[in-house]
Protein backbone atom coordinates (compact mmCIF):
# COMPACT_ATOMS: atom_id res chain seq x y z
CA UNK A 1 0.00 0.00 0.00
CA UNK A 2 1.08 3.69 -0.87
CA UNK A 3 1.78 5.94 1.92
CA UNK A 4 -0.30 9.12 0.80
CA UNK A 5 1.64 11.63 2.88
CA UNK A 6 5.09 10.42 1.14
CA UNK A 7 3.20 10.09 -2.32
CA UNK A 8 2.15 13.97 -1.52
CA UNK A 9 5.70 15.33 -0.10
CA UNK A 10 7.37 13.16 -3.60
CA UNK A 11 4.80 15.25 -5.60
CA UNK A 12 5.76 18.62 -4.40
CA UNK A 13 9.55 17.60 -4.65
CA UNK A 14 9.02 16.97 -8.37
CA UNK A 15 6.78 20.61 -8.68
CA UNK A 16 9.39 22.60 -7.19
CA UNK A 17 12.46 20.69 -8.90
CA UNK A 18 13.56 20.91 -12.26
CA UNK A 19 12.64 17.58 -13.11
CA UNK A 20 10.24 17.09 -15.71
CA UNK A 21 9.37 13.17 -14.69
CA UNK A 22 9.90 10.96 -12.04
CA UNK A 23 9.15 7.03 -12.05
CA UNK A 24 9.66 4.83 -9.10
CA UNK A 25 9.16 0.93 -8.53
CA UNK A 26 8.65 0.50 -4.66
CA UNK A 27 7.89 -3.13 -4.29
CA UNK A 28 6.56 -5.92 -6.11
CA UNK A 29 4.02 -4.33 -8.68
CA UNK A 30 3.62 -1.23 -7.17
CA UNK A 31 5.45 1.80 -9.95
CA UNK A 32 4.41 5.49 -9.65
CA UNK A 33 5.20 7.63 -11.99
CA UNK A 34 5.22 11.73 -11.96
CA UNK A 35 5.39 14.30 -15.10
CA UNK A 36 4.92 17.56 -15.56
CA UNK A 37 4.08 17.09 -19.47
CA UNK A 38 1.84 13.98 -19.85
CA UNK A 39 2.39 11.90 -23.17
CA UNK A 40 -0.32 11.93 -25.76
CA UNK A 41 -0.77 11.02 -29.04
CA UNK A 42 -1.28 13.39 -32.17
CA UNK A 43 -3.50 12.06 -35.06
CA UNK A 44 -2.63 13.99 -38.09
CA UNK A 45 -5.02 15.02 -40.43
CA UNK A 46 -3.28 14.38 -43.58
CA UNK A 47 -6.11 12.13 -44.65
CA UNK A 48 -4.03 8.87 -44.48
CA UNK A 49 -5.18 8.56 -40.76
CA UNK A 50 -1.53 8.54 -40.17
CA UNK A 51 -0.64 7.78 -36.61
CA UNK A 52 2.42 10.86 -34.88
CA UNK A 53 4.43 8.86 -32.24
CA UNK A 54 3.59 10.22 -28.56
CA UNK A 55 4.86 13.43 -27.42
CA UNK A 56 4.62 15.69 -24.76
CA UNK A 57 2.59 18.69 -23.84
CA UNK A 58 -0.96 19.55 -24.40
CA UNK A 59 -2.95 17.19 -26.74
CA UNK A 60 -3.75 18.40 -30.01
CA UNK A 61 -5.55 16.44 -32.29
CA UNK A 62 -6.58 16.80 -35.68
CA UNK A 63 -9.32 14.43 -37.31
CA UNK A 64 -7.62 11.61 -39.25
CA UNK A 65 -9.81 12.23 -42.46
CA UNK A 66 -9.89 10.96 -45.71
CA UNK A 67 -10.49 13.72 -47.88
CA UNK A 68 -11.00 13.81 -51.57
CA UNK A 69 -8.74 14.87 -54.20
CA UNK A 70 -9.30 18.10 -56.09
CA UNK A 71 -12.18 20.52 -54.95
CA UNK A 72 -15.83 19.31 -53.90
CA UNK A 73 -18.20 19.18 -57.46
CA UNK A 74 -21.45 20.90 -55.90
CA UNK A 75 -19.38 23.01 -53.86
CA UNK A 76 -22.54 22.42 -50.85
CA UNK A 77 -22.74 24.14 -47.89
CA UNK A 78 -21.94 21.03 -45.58
CA UNK A 79 -19.27 19.80 -47.29
CA UNK A 80 -17.65 23.15 -47.07
CA UNK A 81 -18.58 23.28 -43.16
CA UNK A 82 -16.94 19.43 -42.64
CA UNK A 83 -13.81 20.48 -44.57
CA UNK A 84 -13.54 23.87 -41.91
CA UNK A 85 -14.17 21.69 -39.10
CA UNK A 86 -11.76 19.19 -40.26
CA UNK A 87 -9.09 22.06 -40.54
CA UNK A 88 -9.23 22.93 -36.72
CA UNK A 89 -6.75 20.80 -34.16
CA UNK A 90 -8.86 19.72 -30.88
CA UNK A 91 -6.81 20.48 -27.59
CA UNK A 92 -7.71 17.61 -25.41
CA UNK A 93 -7.11 17.00 -21.82
CA UNK A 94 -4.25 15.01 -20.63
CA UNK A 95 -5.91 14.02 -17.25
CA UNK A 96 -8.84 14.01 -15.04
CA UNK A 97 -9.45 17.05 -13.34
CA UNK A 98 -11.21 20.39 -13.38
CA UNK A 99 -11.06 22.71 -16.21
CA UNK A 100 -10.66 26.61 -15.50
CA UNK A 101 -10.67 29.32 -17.82
CA UNK A 102 -8.60 31.78 -15.73
CA UNK A 103 -5.75 31.74 -12.96
CA UNK A 104 -8.28 33.16 -10.43
CA UNK A 105 -12.16 33.63 -9.92
CA UNK A 106 -11.78 37.37 -10.47
CA UNK A 107 -9.00 37.34 -13.30
CA UNK A 108 -9.95 37.93 -16.97
CA UNK A 109 -10.05 34.31 -18.71
CA UNK A 110 -6.49 32.85 -20.55
CA UNK A 111 -8.27 33.10 -23.76
CA UNK A 112 -11.51 33.82 -25.76
CA UNK A 113 -13.23 32.67 -29.02
CA UNK A 114 -11.47 34.50 -31.77
CA UNK A 115 -8.26 34.96 -30.07
CA UNK A 116 -5.03 34.62 -31.66
CA UNK A 117 -2.67 32.27 -29.51
CA UNK A 118 1.06 31.17 -29.84
CA UNK A 119 2.73 28.17 -28.76
CA UNK A 120 3.69 27.85 -25.41
CA UNK A 121 0.70 30.90 -24.64
CA UNK A 122 -1.01 29.06 -21.41
CA UNK A 123 -4.78 28.30 -22.76
CA UNK A 124 -6.50 27.02 -19.22
CA UNK A 125 -5.35 25.71 -15.83
CA UNK A 126 -6.45 22.45 -15.20
CA UNK A 127 -6.79 21.22 -11.50
CA UNK A 128 -5.97 17.61 -10.18
CA UNK A 129 -5.33 16.27 -6.58
CA UNK A 130 -5.36 20.27 -5.37
CA UNK A 131 -2.28 21.21 -7.97
CA UNK A 132 -2.63 23.46 -10.59
CA UNK A 133 -1.83 22.34 -13.82
CA UNK A 134 -1.31 25.03 -16.87
CA UNK A 135 -2.29 23.66 -20.22
CA UNK A 136 0.45 25.52 -22.76
CA UNK A 137 -0.42 25.44 -26.36
CA UNK A 138 1.74 23.49 -28.45
CA UNK A 139 0.57 25.24 -31.76
CA UNK A 140 0.05 29.04 -33.30
CA UNK A 141 -3.63 29.93 -34.12
CA UNK A 142 -7.14 31.30 -33.54
CA UNK A 143 -9.42 29.84 -31.00
CA UNK A 144 -12.66 28.42 -32.64
CA UNK A 145 -14.51 27.06 -29.94
CA UNK A 146 -14.39 26.61 -26.04
CA UNK A 147 -15.86 23.12 -24.93
CA UNK A 148 -15.92 23.34 -21.70
CA UNK A 149 -17.85 25.55 -19.19
CA UNK A 150 -15.49 26.98 -16.51
CA UNK A 151 -15.34 24.73 -13.08
CA UNK A 152 -16.70 22.22 -15.08
CA UNK A 153 -15.00 18.26 -14.51
CA UNK A 154 -13.33 17.26 -17.26
CA UNK A 155 -12.03 13.18 -18.55
CA UNK A 156 -8.74 12.57 -19.87
CA UNK A 157 -9.08 12.73 -23.41
CA UNK A 158 -12.37 15.42 -23.80
CA UNK A 159 -11.85 18.30 -26.52
CA UNK A 160 -11.23 21.60 -24.20
CA UNK A 161 -10.58 23.92 -27.26
CA UNK A 162 -11.16 23.88 -31.10
CA UNK A 163 -7.96 25.73 -32.55
CA UNK A 164 -7.82 26.82 -36.47
CA UNK A 165 -4.10 26.74 -36.85
CA UNK A 166 -2.09 29.80 -38.49
Partial sequence: MIDLAWL?????????????SIEISKGIGTRIR???????????????GHVVPPSTGAAFAAPAVD???G??????????????ESALLEVTSPMVGTFYRA????AP??????????????????????????????????????????ADPVEYGQVLFRIEPA
Fill in 34 to 48: LSKSPTVQVIAGSGS
Fill in 109 to 150: PYVEVGDRVSKGQTVCILEAMKLMNELECEVSGTIREICVEN
Fill in 8 to 20: QKLIEMVDESGLD
Fill in 71 to 84: KPDDGSKAEQETSA
Fill in 67 to 69: LPA
Fill in 103 to 106: PAPD
